[in-house]
Nanobody
Framework: QVQLVESGGGSVQAGGSLRISCAAS????????VGWFRQAPGKEREGVAT????????RYADSVKGRFTVSQDNAKNTLYLQMNSLKPEDTATYYC???????????????????WGQGTQVTVSS
């Protein structure tokens, strides 16, 4: 049984930093695409960042490039998202996701991922 458990969310002022984590069990994060999505109230879930091939490659949404960094610790089977220079528009529930295949055509598309965590709230105040 695959489980993805996020942690590390919270409240921060604009310009601050947070690191959120996703501990995986029943699934090896080095085996395929794993990533972060977020969903704000009234908005669709959107891709934030993904990492694949055991950390060899990463992709980011334009809105977070240069501010967020996705990484993984294969020994701990844990995914991370370091978020710097946070803005109020980054406020959302952040979800960890994993694909069942070693390759996905659209890393930003939630439908490409079949395993999901429960989400962790990130709130950025101005």
């Amino acid at each position: 049984q695959v489980q993805l458990v996020e942690s590390g969310g919270g409240s921060v002022q604009a310009g601050g930093s947070l690191r959120i984590s996703c501990a995986a069990s029943g699934y090896s994060i080095s085996s395929g695409y794993v990533g972060w999505f977020r969903q704000a109230p009234g908005k669709e879930r959107e891709g934030v960042a993904t990492i694949y091939r055991g950390g060899a490659g990463t992709r980011y949404a334009d809105s977070v490039k240069g501010r967020f960094t996705v990484s993984q610790d294969n020994a701990k089977n844990t995914l991370y998202l370091q978020m710097n220079s946070l803005k109020p528009e980054d406020t959302a529930t952040y979800y960890c996701a994993a694909a069942s295949r070693a390759y996905v055509a659209r890393w930003y598309d939630p439908d490409e991922y079949i395993y999901w965590g429960q989400g962790t709230q990130v709130t950025v105040s101005s």
